[in-house]
C-alpha cells in the first residue's frame, strides 16, 4: 500500500514536465527567465522544512489516518492545480504540495524500516520504491493520453493532466484508509491485519536483530541527539547527491528528449519509460545482492559508476541513440541508489527516534538535492544542460569518495567493537554493515 501510494506522490511531484510540454509553459508564460526552474524549487522549500516534525506526528498519530489524510488532501491540491491562471497561482499550490508530501517519504522510510531486519530492507525499500519508478514510467504515457482531452469542456490538456490524477490520487488516499498498516507493536489495531501473537514475533524477530523494536518514550533530546553523529550527515550527503540526479531527470528529461534530440511531445513522453523498466531490473537485482551478501557499499559505489558512464554519454555524445543509451545508464545508477542509500542508513543506526531523525534528515537532503536540481538545470541552458550534467558527474563521485570514507570508518570501528574497546550504538553486539 506504501508503495502504491509513493507511485501516485512521485506522479503528482513530477508530472510537471509533461505538463510543461503539453501547454502549461506557454499558457502560464513560464518561459520568461527562470520561472519553470522557480515552480520547480518552491515545492522543495516547505517539502525540508516540515520532514523532521512529520515524522514525529506518523509516530504519534499513527500511519493510516496521518498519511490517508494528506493524501487525500493533496489530492484536492493537485486538481486545483488544473484550474490555475497564472503562474503565481501555481507556485503556491506547489507550496502546498510541498508541505504535504514532506510528511509522505520521509514516513514511508521510517515505517518499513521499522518492520524489516536489517539484511530483509534493501529487497522492501526496492520493491517500494520500485513501485516508484513504475510511476515514473508510465507517467508520461498516461500524460500524453490525458493531454488527448485537449478542448473538452473548454480545459487544455495539461490541465486534464492535473485534474484527473488529483482523482486518482484521491481513490488511493480512500484505500490508505483501509489498507494501510500500523507500526508493527500496534499493527494488530490496523484492520486485524495480524494478531497479537504475530505482531510480538515481528516485534521479538526485529529486538534479535538490532533491539529496537519497541518504542521509546518521546522526549525532544533523544530525537534531536543524532544530530551531533557524523553518520548521520554522511548519509544524507549521499541522498542530497543521488536526488540531485534523479530530480532533474524527473523534471528534465522530457524536455531534453524534445528539445535536445528532436523528439515530438508523444515520442518525448513515452521514451521516458523503457529507461525506467531497466532500472527497475537494476534497483532490484542489486537490493538481491546486497541483501544476500550483507553488503551496502559495493552497491552504492557501483550505481554510482553506473551514472558516471550514461551522463557523459546523454549529456555530451553526438548520435541521439548514443545519448538515449547513456539516459538508460544514468537514470538506473541513480535510482537504483535510492533503495540502497536508504538501506545504508537504516542498517547502520538504532533506536526508533533515531531511526525517525535519520529518515527525516535523509529525505531532507533529499529535498535540498531538489533545489540544486532546478538551480543547475537551468532553463537557459536548454537544450544540452551542460552546468547540470557537470554538476551530476560531481556529485556521483562525491558518493564515491563518501561511501569509501565511511566505509573505512565503519570498518575500523567494527575492529575495535570485536576487541572489545568500542560499543556502537548502546549496544555490544551491534556491528556496521559495510
Same mark, same amino acid.
Given at each position: 500500500m506504501t508503495g502504491l501510494a509513493y507511485c501516485i506522490s512521485l506522479m503528482d511531484r513530477t508530472n510537471l514536465s509533461a505538463a510543461a510540454i503539453a501547454g502549461l509553459k506557454k499558457e502560464l508564460a513560464l518561459n520568461v527567465g527562470n520561472r519553470y526552474s522557480i515552480v520547480v524549487l518552491m515545492f522543495f522549500v516547505p517539502y525540508i522544512?516540515?520532514?523532521?516534525?512529520?515524522?514525529?506526528?506518523?509516530?504519534?498519530?499513527?500511519?493510516?489516518?496521518?498519511?490517508?489524510?494528506?493524501?487525500?488532501? !493533496?489530492?484536492?491540491?493537485?486538481?486545483?492545480?488544473? *484550474?490555475t491562471k497564472n503562474w503565481g497561482q501555481l507556485v503556491g499550490l506547489r507550496v502546498l504540495l510541498g508541505v504535504l508530501e514532506a510528511g509522505y517519504f520521509p514516513g514511508c522510510v521510517y515505517l518499513l524500516s521499522c518492520w524489516y531486519t536489517r539484511y530483509d530492507v534493501q529487497k522492501r525499500f526496492s520493491i517500494f520504491y520500485l513501485i516508484g519508478c513504475v510511476a515514473s514510467a508510465l507517467s508520461g504515457i498516461l500524460a500524453f493520453g490525458l493531454m488527448q482531452l485537449n478542448g473538452q469542456h473548454g480545459l487544455t490538456g495539461w490541465r486534464w493532466i492535473f485534474i484527473l490524477e488529483g482523482v486518482i490520487t484521491g481513490a488511493i488516499g480512500l484505500l490508505c484508509f483501509v489498507f494501510l498498516v500500523d507500526f508493527p507493536d500496534?499493527?494488530?489495531?490496523? !484492520?486485524?491485519?495480524?494478531?497479537?501473537?504475530?505482531?510480538?514475533?515481528?516485534?521479538?524477530?526485529?529486538?534479535?536483530?538490532?533491539?529496537?523494536?519497541?518504542?521509546?518514550?518521546?522526549?525532544?533530546?533523544?530525537?534531536?541527539?543524532?544530530?551531533?553523529?557524523?553518520?548521520? !550527515?554522511?548519509?544524507?550527503?549521499?541522498?542530497?547527491?543521488?536526488?540531485?540526479?534523479?530530480?532533474?531527470?524527473?523534471?528534465?528529461?522530457?524536455?531534453?528528449?524534445?528539445?535536445?534530440?528532436?523528439?515530438?511531445?508523444?515520442?518525448?513522453?513515452?521514451?521516458?519509460?523503457?529507461?525506467?523498466? *531497466?532500472?527497475?531490473?537494476?534497483?532490484?537485482?542489486?537490493? !538481491?545482492?546486497?541483501?544476500?551478501?550483507?553488503?551496502?557499499?559495493?552497491?552504492?559505489?557501483?550505481?554510482?559508476?553506473?551514472?558516471?558512464?550514461?551522463?557523459?554519454?546523454?549529456?555530451?555524445?553526438?548520435?541521439?541513440?548514443?545519448?538515449?543509451?547513456?539516459?538508460?545508464?544514468?537514470?538506473?545508477?541513480?535510482?537504483?541508489?535510492?533503495?540502497?542509500?536508504?538501506?545504508?542508513?537504516?542498517?547502520?543506526?538504532r533506536g526508533q527516534w533515531t531511526r525517525a531523525f535519520s529518515s527525516a534528515t535523509l529525505v531532507g537532503f533529499g529535498g535540498l538535492g531538489g533545489i540544486v536540481s532546478s538551480l543547475v538545470f537551468r532553463s537557459q541552458d536548454a537544450p544540452e544542460y551542460r552546468p547540470g550534467m557537470y554538476a551530476a558527474l560531481a556529485c556521483n563521485v562525491l558518493i564515491i569518495l563518501i561511501v569509501s570514507v565511511m566505509s573505512i570508518w565503519f570498518r575500523f570501528c567494527n575492529r575495535q567493537a570485536e576487541q572489545g574497546k568500542r560499543v556502537i550504538e548502546r549496544e555490544p553486539s551491534f556491528r556496521y554493515t559495510i
Open positions: 522544512i516540515f520532514q523532521p516534525p512529520m515524522t514525529i506526528l506518523i509516530r504519534k498519530i499513527g500511519p493510516t489516518i496521518f498519511l490517508s489524510t494528506i493524501i487525500m488532501t !493533496w489530492a484536492v491540491i493537485m486538481i486545483g492545480t488544473g *484550474f500496534r499493527a494488530a489495531k490496523s !484492520w486485524k491485519f495480524l494478531n497479537q501473537k504475530e505482531c510480538d514475533f515481528i516485534v521479538r524477530r526485529i529486538n534479535n536483530d538490532r533491539k529496537d523494536g519497541n518504542l521509546e518514550p518521546f522526549s525532544l533530546i533523544k530525537f534531536l541527539r543524532p544530530g551531533a553523529d557524523l553518520k548521520i !550527515w554522511g548519509f544524507a550527503m549521499i541522498f542530497f547527491c543521488l536526488t540531485t540526479v534523479t530530480y532533474a531527470i524527473a523534471y528534465f528529461l522530457p524536455i531534453i528528449l524534445m528539445e535536445g534530440m528532436g523528439f515530438g511531445v508523444g515520442a518525448a513522453q513515452c521514451l521516458v519509460a523503457p529507461p525506467y523498466v *531497466f532500472a527497475g531490473i537494476v534497483m532490484y537485482a542489486t537490493a !538481491w545482492f546486497g541483501d544476500k551478501y550483507h553488503v551496502r557499499a559495493p552497491v552504492l559505489i557501483f550505481n554510482a559508476l553506473l551514472c558516471i558512464i550514461g551522463l557523459p554519454m546523454m549529456g555530451f555524445a553526438k548520435g541521439d541513440a548514443t545519448r538515449y543509451a547513456g539516459v538508460f545508464f544514468t537514470v538506473a545508477g541513480a535510482n537504483a541508489n535510492i533503495p540502497s542509500c536508504m538501506a545504508y542508513q537504516a542498517n547502520n543506526v
